[in-house]
């Protein structure tokens, strides 16, 4: 598991983005980048899922966090422009953008692999995650110091059979994370950074592997040093690394 012990104000005066924010993995960065200070924006497809996570939040003290309902799956460019602008209004800046949500598709071969569920996965997976950076980059550039984490996966730095759309989409996002990090290399305060949350107790985990335990995997929680470690100051200047959280 990744040491780091977190200063309490880490994010003080952050303003950070977290997708797929209403359950699992999102939902516990967004109640603990806000219990380091931040001003977390919640973004997810089911607003009641969004608002039980910025009650939790409200209700330990913290910020009151921006929900944002949008459905990556159907979202267009001026989805995300209209996002683009409801931050710049509320905010004038993002600090953080943690690109959490993905989707599973049909764990097959690619010869058994439906092209609808695989354009939808990445849909979700890629074309979302790009969309939404694009738009967010005027915003990270006012940022003193802003971080980029891009969620990935091992199936997606070694191919591994049966796991089709979600390795290639994860391949993908391996890239578009090296791709930004290069640009902003040397020129800009932006940084981009992957994570490989690993084998974790969420609702993902289970769809992949039905007949585990989930009791021998981590929680969401147990991770968490990573992702603050990412966000947070103290990683200014790592840029275009792959990290695994444990």
Not at 13 to 22: D, E, W
Not at 144 to 153: G, L, N, P, R, Y
Not at 159 to 177: D, I, N
Request: charged share 20%.
């Amino acid at each position: 598991m990744f040491e780091y012990k977190a200063a309490p104000d880490l994010l003080a005066n952050r303003v950070i983005l977290v997708t797929g924010a209403g359950r699992g993995i999102g939902a516990t960065a967004a109640q603990t980048y806000a219990a380091h200070g931040a001003q977390v924006i919640l973004l997810g497809r089911t607003r009641s899922h969004l608002e039980a996570v910025a009650q939790r939040i409200r209700q330990a003290g913290h910020l009151t966090p921006m929900v944002y309902p949008l459905d990556l799956e159907t979202a267009k460019t001026a989805d995300y422009e209209r996002l683009e602008v409801a931050i710049e209004q509320r905010f004038d800046c993002l600090d953080g953008l943690l690109h959490n949500a993905s989707i599973l598709g049909p764990r097959a071969t690619l010869d058994e692999t439906p092209d609808q569920e695989f354009v939808q996965v990445m849909q979700v997976n890629v074309n979302a995650t790009f969309m939404l950076t694009r738009a967010m980059l005027p915003l990270l550039h006012r940022s003193k110091e802003a971080s980029v984490i891009f969620t990935s996966s091992s199936v997606g730095r070694k191919g591994r059979a049966q796991w089709g759309a979600y390795a290639v989409s994860k391949f993908a996002t391996e890239g578009l994370m090296q791709t930004l990090a290069d640009e902003c290399a040397g020129s800009s305060l932006i940084r981009a950074n992957s994570l490989n949350p690993g084998g974790t107790r969420t609702d993902m985990r289970a769809q992949a592997y039905p007949d585990e335990d989930p009791q021998r995997n981590p929680t969401p929680e147990d991770i968490m040093p990573i992702y603050l470690y990412l966000m947070g100051p103290d990683s200014a200047g790592i840029n275009g690394r792959a990290f695994d959280a444990r």
